[in-house]
């Protein structure tokens, strides 16, 4: 991690994230990691890690899934630990197999196969709040929801409302009105898990965390140095009958990242949940709104597109 912790160290971490996601990226697909956020859209960009072109889907590439939506819609709006950032992941996830599953439904037939080009949609993390435990297992790229996502929806059927899925600007457009429901107040919480990092103790952690990266990755620098170097050094593994080779280094790094990040989580976990309660209180107005809708949301999706809520499992 980036032991220079000036005022110029995120927008630094932010294009080496960048980075890193365009090389662990093929194509965009046609639903987008979950851009019908609106405001939160790009921040998901820098902040998420996507994997290269996938082979055709295989169960070996596909998640391991837990079903059913979350009693408690906190995790998966504003998370502050990376264990709950699964259900953000699953969220976000649900959202796009919702598009995607809408896209292929209204676009059959060859002619129209550009309208869902590309690979499936994926649980995508945000190393914004890292899942080390996720990381130190899989490493950086992230596998496939499993679609068709589950024997079936995990709520009663609810009434449909909202643009039918094959109406114009339809296909998908009703996941995208429950992202932009959310996506303001979620891209503040992220504003404010960036302002903690300029913490005291946070930046002793990531000094230390620097040292840690460095000899496991060729002398890198810090955080951004050594997303750089994951870049290049899986870049430098692609390719046909490389796999094997690119998934064990994709996980010595992983674990090496984990390892080495582990002391600066502790701080800023910590941190995270302290300011979440008052954040929490400021807006108990909006929040109250969404506990009424988005699981309504949810199980309206669910029973339109036939898919079921799920979070990644470690």
Do not use: N
């Amino acid at each position: 991690m980036s032991d220079q912790r000036d005022t110029g160290r995120t927008s630094l971490r932010s294009a080496a994230l960048l980075a890193l996601a365009g090389v662990l990226t093929a194509a965009a697909t046609s639903c987008g990691p979950s851009g019908a956020d609106g405001v939160d859209g790009p921040g998901r960009a820098v902040e998420s890690v996507r994997p290269v072109q996938p082979p055709p889907s295989t169960k070996e590439r596909q998640a391991r899934v837990r079903y059913g939506v979350p009693d408690d819609i906190v995790p998966m709006l504003f998370p502050a630990t990376g264990a709950e950032t699964r259900q953000t992941q699953g969220l976000d996830g649900f959202l796009d197999l919702a598009r995607y599953v809408g896209a292929r439904a209204c676009a059959p037939g060859e002619e129209s196969a550009g309208a869902v080009d590309g690979p499936p949609p994926m649980f995508v993390r945000r190393f914004a709040v890292p899942d080390l435990a996720y990381v130190a297992a899989h490493g950086f790229t992230s596998p496939e929801i499993p679609s068709p996502a589950g024997p079936g929806p995990s709520a009663s059927p609810v009434a449909a409302s909202g643009p039918a899925p094959c109406a114009p600007g339809g296909a998908g457009a009703d996941a995208s009105a429950v992202g932009k429901g959310f996506a303001e107040l979620r891209a503040e919480w992220w504003r404010a898990l960036a302002r903690l990092d300029d913490d005291p103790e946070v930046r002793r952690a990531y000094g230390e965390a620097g040292a840690c990266l460095a000899p496991g990755a060729g002398g890198v620098a810090g955080e951004d140095d050594f997303f750089s170097r994951v870049d290049a050094r899986l870049h430098a593994l692609d390719g046909a009958g490389r796999e094997a080779e690119r998934a064990r280094e994709d996980r010595r790094l992983g674990a090496l990242y984990a390892r080495c990040m582990g002391p600066v989580e502790a701080v800023r976990e910590r941190l995270r949940t302290r300011h979440r309660r008052s954040f929490l209180l400021r807006h108990a107005d909006r929040l109250a709104v969404l506990r009424r809708t988005l699981p309504r949301d949810i199980a309206r999706l669910e029973s339109r597109y036939g898919i079921r809520f799920g979070s990644p499992l470690p």
